[in-house]
Structures are given as structure tokens and as C-alpha cells.
């Protein structure tokens, strides 16, 4: 099976500490969120980009005290699991006509780039943007 690419949404939501008490949909949704992580964790091959990790990396910044966000960071970037695609300005340009076409925004948009590019059809996600998408099948859970 072929590496699934890992939104930021996951990431987010299976390490954010929430301020307030969550909604059942909400403890569903950080709970397949963290089970994602979890399979990752434990050897599941999957795939993201930089700028992906970027917007996990601005989200737990602002969440939590920024070692505790660096942890989480560096936990990610140095998994054996995780393959980071590097994102060049062409690649943003096609993001950008994708999303507009399909009416998504830039960063999710960029994912498909990304992941037609590699020969993937599966996204960890749980924006549904990405149900918008031809050829992209969202996973989250």
C-alpha cells in the first residue's frame, strides 16, 4: 500500500491541549486524530511537506510554550515514518490554479499537488476540502 499523506489538521488535533471542554464530536475527532499518530508512531509510512509541518509548527506555537511546541516538532521531523516533500514555487502556482478550479484553499490544494506528484490517492485529513479534489480520498480515522 502506498504511503497516505498527513494534513496538518492531524497533527493539530492530536496535540493541541484544548482550553475548554470539548464537544463529543471534538473528542471523537482529536481521538482518531491521535490513533492516526499512533500508527505513524508505530511504524505506518506516510508522507507530508515542509509547509505542511509550518502550519502544525504555527498552530502548537501558539497553544503551548514553545519548547513544548520544538518537541512535538522535532519528534515529527526526525521519525523514520514521516517522508517531508520539500515545496518549490511551481509547485505553489499549480496550488494555486488546483484550488481555484476546485475552489480549496492554497494549502490543502498544495497537498494534492504534492501527492499527484508522488503517486498518492490517500490523505489523513479532516478538513473536507479535500473531498472537493478529484482523485483524493480522504481518511480520518
Request: hydrophobic share 40%; proline share 5%; with cysteine.
Amino acid at each position: 500500500m502506498p504511503p497516505r499523506f498527513v494534513d496538518a489538521s492531524v497533527f493539530v488535533h492530536a496535540y493541541i491541549r484544548p482550553k475548554r471542554k470539548l464537544r463529543p464530536h471534538e473528542r471523537t475527532l482529536k481521538a482518531h486524530a491521535r490513533d492516526i499518530v499512533t500508527r505513524i508512531n508505530e511504524g505506518e509510512e506516510t508522507v507530508t511537506s515542509t509547509v505542511h509541518l509550518s502550519e502544525v509548527a504555527n498552530v502548537l506555537e501558539g497553544w503551548m510554550s514553545l519548547a513544548d511546541a520544538r518537541t512535538i516538532q522535532r519528534g515529527v521531523c526526525t521519525r523514520d515514518t514521516i517522508r517531508i516533500l520539500p515545496t518549490a514555487k511551481p509547485d505553489v502556482i499549480e496550488a494555486l490554479a488546483l484550488g481555484s478550479d476546485t475552489a480549496v484553499g492554497t494549502s490543502d490544494a498544495l497537498a494534492a499537488v504534492l501527492m499527484k506528484r508522488e503517486g498518492l490517492g490517500e490523505v489523513y485529513s479532516f478538513d473536507k476540502d479535500f473531498d472537493r479534489i478529484p482523485d483524493i480520498r480522504r481518511i480520518s480515522a
